[in-house]
Each structure stands twice: as C-alpha cells, then as structure tokens.
C-alpha cells in the first residue's frame, strides 16, 4: 500500500501536518526551494518529515542520502538534533552508534567545534542527518573544515558537496554564509556534464526575501525558485499563532545616560512584574545585540534584586554563545525547552541574538534592543509563541555608528520608522504589514531587508580551495571571508591545567565540552595585545610537525583554531563565559576521560589525519596480525567493490576504484617504511613487504628515518616507473611525444632515452598489462586515487620544511619530496591482479619527474598538468567522492579480523591467490570497531 504523506507524519508527531509542510512533501521532486514561514510552524519538523517520507518512506533514491541541517548558531544544534533523533526513532530508523551501520538505518551527527568528530565519513553510502553551524558545515564543504584534521578535508568536502540536501535555516542570521552558500549550488556541476550526484539546497526564514539569493552566477535560477517557494497563504493565517496579542511600546534609555545598564534594569523587571502569569508561568525575555551589554544588563538586573525585598526573586539566568559546553548542557532542560514553561515559573531570562532562532520559549514579557527588522522579527516569535499576550518593549539606546555594531545604524533607524507606525507586533499585523509593503512601498519594504554581504565566492576562489595542502609554513587558504564577516569569526579556546614549565603533550586532545567560542579579536586582545600579560601561556596545533606549538603572533589566530591555554591564565568564569583580561582566577578545567589502553578506531584515524608523519592506519591491525601489501589491498579491493555498487558508481569507475585499491599501498615496501616495524615476528624478518603490523611492532615515538616520508608518494613514483619500464610510449607517458621529440621540435631528444623508448619488449603481465591497457585519463585517475589516498598528497607535490632541511640529497643534488630521494631504490614487490593472481613486479629505482613542471623527459606531463585535466573532466565533487571511497575502503580493509594466507607457518613467503570476489549486490560491512 502506498504510503501517504499525512498518514505518515501523523504517525510520528501524533497530529496532522501544516498545510505548508504537506505543500512541501508533495513535491515528489527534490529540487531547490525557498521556504517563508513564521517563527512556531514546525520548520524543522516539515524539512525533515519532507525527506524522511521521500528517501526513507518511499525509498526514492532520486532524493539525496544526505540531509544537512546548517544552522546559524551553534545555541541551535543541540535543539534540533532532539527533534532529529525523536523523529527518526518513532520510525523505527534510528540508528545506534554502539553497532556498525546497517541499510535503512539513519545516523544522526553533529558537527560542531570540539564536537568529537564521529566516523560518518566512513560510510558513504548510508542515510545520515548532518546538524552543525553555518561555521563547520561550510567551512567543510570548502575544503578548510574547521576543528578538522587537514586530511579529512577533502571527504568531508567530498560528502557535503553531492548527494546532499541543504536545509540553511534562519538565514538572516547567516550574513555571508548565505551568499556562500548560493554560490556553492550555483557552482555544482550539472549531471549531464560530471556524474556526481546532486546537491539540492532549500532555504528557510521567516524573513526570507528571494533577492538574498542573487547572484551573478545563481540570477537565472531565481525566477523557478520564486514560483514554487512555500509560503503561508492569508486563507491559511489562522489558528493561536496567528491570534496571539502582541501590545508593542518603545522606550528610549540612551546608552550616554545609563552607562551601567541600570535603568534598562529597572525597565525589564517593571515589565516582568506587569506581566500576567499564565499557563506557561511568568516568563521575561530580555535581549541584548552584544555580549558585553547583557552582561551588562544581567549585573544590573543582580544588584537590583538583591535591593529587592517586598517580593520572591525570579530566577535570573544569562544567555549568550561565549560559554563552554559543559555550563551550556543544562540550559535546555532547565529553561530553553517548553516543558520548562510551567504554572508558577518565575523567571527572566537575559541573552543576546542566540536566542532568535529554535528556542522553544513563550515569553509573557520581552524587552529587546532596538536592531535590524529580520531580527526584531524573530525576536517578537519568542513572546506568546503559544498564543495568548505578551508584553513587547523595544529599548532603543541611540547608538552612533560605531556602538551599533555588529548591525548598521541605517538598518536600526529603518526599523524604529516602522515600529512607530505600529501598536502591535503579533503575526497576524507583521504578515499585514509586510503584505502592504510589497504592494504599496517595495522601497521601504527593501530597507526593512538590506543584503549586501562583503565577500562573494567565485569559481576561482572555489577551484583553487581543492588542493588541501599547507604551504612551507603551514599556513593555508583563508576561508573566513566566506563564512562569517568581521568580528563574528571565532576560534575555540580550551583550558588545560599545566604545571608552571609543563608543555602540552601531542596526545593532549580536547573534547567538545571543554572548548569555548571566542572572536579572534577578544582572544587576540586578551593573548596578544595590551590586554595580555606576560605570563599567559597558549599553544596551538601544528599539523607540519605533529605537536602542540606556543603561540606567537596574531597570524596565529585563525577561525575554528583550537588554541590551548593554560588554565592559571583565566579568562573564563562559570556564571559568565568568556570575560578575558577581566579574571585571573584560574580556570576549573573540563573533565576528560582517561586514555584507553588501545586506541579506539576513532582516535587512531582523528590522529593519523592530524599530522603529516602520522601512520595510525597502517598499526589498526590486531593482536597478532600482520598483512602484506598484495593481501591487504586486496581486501580494500573488495571492500571498493561494495562501496562502488551501493552508490551505482558508472562505468568504468568501479573498476578504476578497485585497481587503484589494489595497488594504494605499494609504496610501503620503501625500505624507509619497513625500517619502522621494528619489533616484527621472528618468523617475518624475510618480509619486506608488510602493509600491517601491530601497534606493538612500530618504533617510537617516530617510526621514520627520514622525518615527513609519506609511503602513498612511493606508491605513486614506483608506478609511473614501473609503466616506464615496461610501455614508455604509453599514451600517458612519451606515447603522444614521441615524433615530436625525434624530430627535435621539443627541446627534449638529449634528454630522452630513445633507445629504450623503441626497445622491444615482453608483453606486460598482472597489474602492469592492466595499467598498460588504461586510457591516459583513466590511468592517471588511478595515480591520483593511490596518491590521494590518505588526504596528505592531492593534487600539488610541493617540498616541506623537512625536505628543505634534509642533509641527504639525489645523485645531483636534487632535495628530497616527502621523504623520497631522487634515485632511491625500490625491491620487487608482489600484487594481485584481478583475479587475486600474484606477480612481482620488478626492482625499481624511484624518480621525481612529475613534480617538475612542464614535460619530463621520462614521463611526459606534470603531475599537476594531470590533475588538472582529471577535475575538468570529472568535476571537483566526483573526484573528491573516488578518492573519499578508496580512503574508506582503506580503512575498513585495515580492521578486517582477517588472517594473510601468505604469512601463515606452513607457507613460504611469496603471494597466495585470494577466494574470488563477491559479485553479489551490496551487504552491510562486517562488524567493526566503533566509538561509543
């Protein structure tokens, strides 16, 4: 029986839709939308139920896996995540982070700074819900993710980009991020043009104006946007939201004249005690538009209640995003919820624009600063959200330019205008005014909703974030300017206690609870500038050198930045949040769990893919278990097959996958790698060529002789020489140059060994006569896979500080790449081919000639030319996506509880055949280790 929408979403809230949300799940196309509706509608229940009945209910794979949720403020997630988890439950499609993921079960993620970054990147393939901030969602669609390892960069990137349905919520909040995220559709390739799956972005505000969304690059898809977007109909404006009293005063307290808050205190508690307490208590809002003022305004609310002697105090609570989330984990039970709004409450609540969106309070008094109209509006959502009165008083402080900040005095004077024409601000006389607007004054109405973001991404800006590589310091591409505008940039700082010489340890890591939100100016000030002491103490990570390093200057605060600080520095209060120069007293550390005596799957890969020398993946192995190069990348193979038919990869890629899984680790049979299993079984020290040891094996605390060597650069050197060796005038390598060297038109002839280009050979067997057999665009994306596959070496080959400084050199004084040198010899090597077979490939010696620019005289083009050519051909989502596949085959490969045929007591060390592939459609993985 078909399933029907109604039914469906009455059975998991227990009443019926929204018009407006079945409007939306009508809809059995996914496609972009524009979504207007009040405050109190059910936004995120309609989004939710919307996908939920298309991908999960009628199993639509036209409908993405993905469904992200990207909010403006991080105050938000928590809420939303609730009403995730309970939805999905009621389905019965919830899934349990204590077993593996199985088909038709949905996990729900956070991304959030310090938010302990779970393995949703390691099952592509499964529905998942992603709820984070417009911070670390786009951050992480750019390629920058903020509180990300680097290495994760590009899945992560890989995974938000395609397959994805965007639901930007409360997007007057979100400034540039908006803009960013227009742009991010409007640059997603077309299907016809690049096979990655869809990206489909709904955008919903009570506020939303579709002229927000214009761009150069997006301006011809608003018109089909406009037509179809979800609007409350006036026939429909009915119902308590829409009856609910809103009396409306506006009161002047000049900032000049009540420097302390005292007056603006008096105001709010004059109102509280007006208010008539109803069925959900006696409930005053206060908001502030700065921290510094509802700090303000909360001490002077104190001091006046402790003056107050003929009446019980209210409670008094403050609310603002400078708090840790260890004190903010206890808001939403105690007050932020609308169970807490209860018969006989007392309470007044002080916060800043934290609280405009997805607080489920209903104010019976609300006293705000004036601001721009989208937030006074949002404001005015949090009175008599359940219906009823509610008191509303707008405080204007007549600000000069300056103190208006973060919003525009312009943009504060366009809303008084408006709020002296009106006497209610109830839903029922916004939607009126707003009606008579658009119809009588669209100028007015455009000052009302001003956008005009100073950053705009373009396709350059885009294309060159794909490269994920920190340049010779360290440094990377800003991405700030596309997320957040000025001074709402954050970094997270993390309080640890040190001893008066201790450093932090490099396995010193911060979970979520312990990390505070900070503008980068406020930390700076307080850390650097003339608010700063000589004796704080803060570090930051480096991803370069794998530790913790002292912070020295402003370039060192950069947004989503962990930064760990000493906790004698202060800063920090529990009542208060961040305050910086204003305390000293030593600040009561977040509790964190105690190390575990084995690596949890999820710690070992969060620190193979926070520094470049990290090799935790090649120690997943268990007790006991080794595994050799062939054997392994065999099983990632099969684990690549399975990925490849759960996502329908087309055609050829599902083989290109596998090949390139086959032979991604060939590189660690560098005698640099072998080197570091130190402590290997007696009955291993023959083999030369293991891909997987036990923890217990590896030397320490660095494993390598030559610090910064990165095996999958071997991989990819011993290939491209190996090709040469056997097939030189391959299409991909001197094949499409050779007339035009012999002829001498390219400056190349002394350099090319022309005799062995025109040697007769044997033809090539095992995985040689594959690659042979590979088209250049299909051998080079199978380069680029193995190359890729650790999220370290992309699409630019560039020295580190190391290579610089490296004492050794080639043969003429070439400095080493990553840890390889120019001529380094590399044994022979056992792979599989296809059908499990094995074959050696042959002694090498490893050249870099495809880091040089131009044409090699060995191999023909650069590396980066290839790249090049791979992200025009392809696109940047679907190439992110193959390489994301083969890292996640990789891993999974890595923790198979599997024995290597080829190392077992009674067989001689050479390659065994494996059992044959599975053909059969996709199955859930095996069991494997998870986090809890």
Not at 200 to 209: E, F, K, Y
Not at 288 to 301: E, G, I, Q, Y
Request: net charge neutral; with cysteine.
């Amino acid at each position: 029986m078909p399933v029907v929408y109604p039914t469906f979403y009455y059975q998991r809230t227990a009443h019926p839709p929204h018009p407006w949300q079945a409007e939306l799940a009508a809809d059995w196309r996914c496609r972009d939308r524009l979504i207007r509706v009040p405050t109190g509608m059910g936004k995120t229940l309609g989004v939710l139920a919307a996908w939920a009945f298309h991908r999960l209910g009628r199993a639509d794979p036209t409908w993405p896996r993905r469904l992200v949720l990207c909010l403006p403020m991080r105050v938000l997630v928590e809420q939303t995540e609730a009403v995730v988890r309970d939805f999905l439950q009621k389905m019965d499609r919830l899934w349990d982070p204590s077993t593996a993921p199985t088909p038709g079960r949905v996990g729900v993620h956070l991304l959030l700074g310090g938010a302990a970054p779970r393995d949703w990147h390691l099952y592509p393939e499964q529905e998942a819900v992603l709820i984070g901030t417009q911070d670390m969602l786009l951050s992480r669609a750019l390629g920058r993710g903020y509180a990300s390892p680097r290495a994760r960069w590009p899945m992560e990137s890989a995974l938000l980009r395609q397959d994805a349905l965007w639901v930007f919520d409360e997007v007057q909040l979100m400034d540039v991020g908006l803009r960013t995220a227009v742009q991010l559709q409007a640059f997603h390739p077309p299907r016809e043009i690049a096979p990655a799956r869809p990206l489909v972005s709904w955008w919903m505000s009570a506020t939303l104006q579709p002229k927000w969304l214009h761009t150069v690059d997006f301006a011809a898809h608003l018109p089909a946007l406009e037509q179809t977007a979800v609007r409350i109909p006036p026939s429909d404006r009915q119902g308590p939201l829409f009856a609910a009293r809103k009396p409306l005063s506006l009161v002047d307290l000049p900032r000049d004249n009540d420097r302390e808050a005292a007056a603006w205190a008096r105001l709010v508690l004059d109102e509280h005690h007006q208010a008539e307490a109803g069925a959900y208590g006696r409930i005053t809002l206060a908001i502030a538009n700065t921290v510094d003022d509802a700090r303000a305004l909360h001490s002077a609310l104190q001091a006046a209640l402790k003056k107050q002697h003929d009446r019980p105090a209210p409670q008094l609570h403050l609310i603002h995003s400078r708090f840790r989330p260890h004190e903010r984990r206890t808001w939403r039970e105690q007050f932020l919820n609308r169970e807490a709004c209860t018969p006989g409450v007392d309470r007044i609540l002080v916060a800043t624009q934290v609280v405009e969106a997805g607080v489920d309070i209903s104010a019976t008094a609300l006293v705000t600063q004036l601001a721009p109209w989208p937030s006074l509006v949002q404001r005015f959502g949090r009175a008599a959200r359940y219906g009823g009165l509610a008191r509303v008083t707008v405080v204007d402080r007549q600000l000069n330019e300056r103190a208006a900040l973060p919003y525009e005095e312009g943009q504060l004077q366009a809303a008084r205008r408006v709020l002296e024409g009106l006497t209610d601000v109830g839903l029922t006389s916004l939607e009126a005014l707003e009606d008579h607007l658009a119809a009588h004054d669209p100028a007015q109405l455009a000052r009302l909703y001003p956008y005009d973001p100073l950053h705009t991404l373009t396709r350059r800006d885009l294309d060159d974030l794909f490269d994920t590589g920190p340049d010779l310091t360290g440094a990377d591409l800003d991405v700030s300017r596309f997320i957040r505008s000025g001074d709402d940039r954050d970094l997270h700082v993390w309080w640890v206690e040190l001893g008066p010489d201790e450093s932090p340890a490099p396995a010193l890591q911060p979970t979520r609870a312990a990390l505070c939100a900070v503008p980068i100016k406020d930390a700076g000030a307080w850390l650097i500038g003339k608010d700063s002491a000589s004796s704080l103490r803060a570090w930051i990570w480096s991803y370069l050198q794998g530790k913790w390093l002292p912070l020295k200057n402003e370039r060192d605060l950069i947004p989503g930045r962990i930064m760990l600080v000493d906790a004698a520095a202060g800063g920090y209060t529990p009542d208060s949040g961040f305050v910086g120069a204003q305390s000293r007293a030593p600040v009561q550390p977040v509790p964190t769990a105690p190390p575990t005596p084995r690596p949890t799957l999820e710690q070992s890969l969060l620190h193979a893919d926070s520094a470049q020398d990290h090799e935790d993946l090649s120690e997943l192995a268990p007790q006991d278990h080794y595994k050799t190069i062939a054997f392994h990348g065999y099983e990632a193979a099969q684990e690549a097959e399975q990925l490849a038919a759960a996502l329908a990869l087309p055609t050829p890629f599902p083989d290109l996958l596998q090949l390139a899984a086959r032979l991604h680790d060939l590189g660690k049979a560098h005698p640099v790698f072998q080197a570091a299993i130190v402590n290997r079984a007696p009955a291993l020290s023959e083999h030369q060529d293991l891909a997987k040891a036990p923890g217990a094996a590896w030397k320490r605390p660095s494993p390598y002789s030559r610090r910064g060597f990165r095996h999958e650069l071997a991989s990819v050197l011993a290939l491209f020489e190996a090709l040469y060796q056997s097939a030189p005038d391959h299409p991909a390598l001197l094949g499409p140059f050779a007339p035009l060297i012999e002829s001498g038109a390219l400056f190349l002839k002394n350099d090319v060994d022309l005799g062995h280009l025109h040697a007769t050979r044997s033809a090539p067997v095992g995985v040689l006569a594959e690659l042979c057999e590979l088209a250049p665009s299909d051998l080079d994306l199978v380069l680029y896979l193995v190359c890729a596959h650790h999220g370290k070496i992309r699409g630019t080959w560039q020295p580190t500080p190391d290579d610089q400084n490296s004492a050794s050199s080639g043969p003429h004084g070439e400095l080493p790449l990553r840890g390889v040198h120019q001529g380094d010899r590399f044994p022979a090597t056992a792979l599989r081919d296809a059908t499990g077979a094995p074959h050696l490939l042959p002694e090498l010696h490893l050249h870099l000639d495809p880091a040089r620019l131009g044409l090699s005289p060995r191999y023909g083009v650069s590396w980066r030319e290839r790249v090049h050519n791979l992200r025009a051909r392809l696109g940047d989502p679907f190439l992110l996506l193959l390489e994301s596949l083969l890292r996640v085959a990789d891993v999974r490969a890595s923790i198979r509880h599997t024995v290597d045929p080829t190392l077992t007591p009674d067989r001689p060390p050479t390659p065994c055949t494996l059992p044959p592939r599975s053909t059969s459609s996709w199955a859930a993985p095996p069991p494997r280790s998870r986090i809890i």
